[in-house]
């Protein structure tokens, strides 16, 4: 059984589950990414890089510059 004990900053309710959205982050190029959000009042509790995405374009840039994409 898992306690959980993590509050969210503003509304302060207890999260066992947060919402995952995409997005976009920029600065010198463009990177997919995610934001996790409270499920309650759809606070952005934390942004990061989307792996699963990078790993894909990674392997799409390869395949197109090894000429099987
Ligand atoms: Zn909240």
Redesign the pocket.
């Known amino acids: 059984m898992v306690i959980h004990s993590g509050?969210?900053?503003?509304?302060?309710?207890t999260?066992a589950t947060a919402k995952v959205e995409n997005i976009k982050i920029s600065g010198a190029a463009d990177y997919k990414g995610v934001s996790y959000?409270?499920?309650?009042?759809?606070?952005v509790?934390s942004v990061s890089m989307d792996q699963v995405g990078l790993n894909v374009d990674l392997v799409n840039r390869l395949l197109k510059a090894l000429g099987k994409g």
């Not at 509050?7 to 309710?13: D, I, N, Q, V, Y």
């Not at 959000?37 to 606070?43: E, G, I, R, T, V």
């Open positions: 509050k969210c900053p503003r509304c302060e309710r999260i959000s409270c499920p309650y009042c759809h606070s509790l």
